[in-house]
């Protein structure tokens, strides 16, 4: 039912661009919110890029200006287009979707998702 599936993570140099694909199932992608969060090890989840059900668009400061969250109706995908790479956005990304709940406040808070995949990793080189 909750299904997200993510690909298009790997390995890239600094400055350069990758693009994330989730595909969603019916239920996930017609959720009120959706997310890219990530993780790198020792750190703490972060959420980089919301977009709720009226369109409207959160980055965290970090990736602001560089990032682009979208959906494709077509594909029922939420894609992550993530621009002029660094070293520091290297993590593990993760698709989330709300539940029927949420948790309230801004949408990178990692609380308000009920649905997530099982990540796409994401290396950033110097």
């Known amino acids: 039912l909750g299904h997200l599936v993510e690909f298009g993570g790997g390995s890239e140099e600094a400055g350069r661009s990758l693009r994330l694909y989730c595909i969603a199932s019916?239920?996930?992608?017609?959720?009120?919110?959706m997310a890219w969060v990530r993780q790198d090890l020792g750190k703490e989840r972060e959420g980089v890029a919301g977009i709720d059900e009226d369109g409207s668009e959160i980055f965290s400061d970090y990736v602001k200006g560089r990032f682009i969250i979208y959906k494709n109706q077509e594909k029922s995908t939420l894609n992550l287009e993530m621009r002029n790479l660094t070293v520091g956005d290297t993590a593990m990304y993760y698709c989330?979707?709300?539940?029927?709940?949420?948790?309230?406040?801004?949408?990178?808070?990692?609380?308000?998702?009920?649905?997530w995949g099982q990540g796409t990793h994401v290396v950033v080189s110097s």
């Open positions: 019916e239920l996930t992608f017609g959720s009120s919110c």
């Open positions: 989330a979707a709300c539940g029927t709940i949420r948790y309230g406040g801004s949408l990178l808070n990692s609380l308000n998702y009920s649905y």
